[in-house]
């Protein structure tokens, strides 16, 4: 495969990934959100600390509030304009982050 080919590619993936951002962004709250008293023993168990109630709190607040938070935000383009002071914010992706995790 050619080089402009993979770009044309990723840029197209990119741009399907931004129109469903906000479904991917709730859709991994929900997740966090509906499993919290999982994902709080999991981490109580793990690092030895807090306790579960405060975790599920925690998951849950964090998971809603980031949702919120990111919704509707674009994420490369023109993000802000002022005017008035000749200020404009531009974000461009730069690049991919991948994460990759331990399956126990």
Request: hydrophobic share 40%; net charge positive; charged share 25%.
């Amino acid at each position: 495969m050619q080089i402009g080919e993979l770009v044309r590619r990723a840029r197209n993936s990119q741009r399907v990934l931004e129109q469903l951002s906000d479904e991917i962004v709730r859709a991994i709250g929900k997740v966090v959100f509906n499993n919290a008293q999982v994902l709080a023993r999991m981490t109580v168990d793990e690092t030895k600390m807090g306790n579960i109630d405060d975790k599920v709190e925690k998951c849950r607040n964090k998971s809603r509030n980031i949702y919120y938070a990111l919704k509707g935000k674009i994420s490369r383009g023109v993000l802000n304009q002022n005017l008035a002071d000749g200020i404009i914010e531009i974000a461009k992706p730069l690049g991919v982050i991948g994460c990759n995790t331990p399956n126990h």
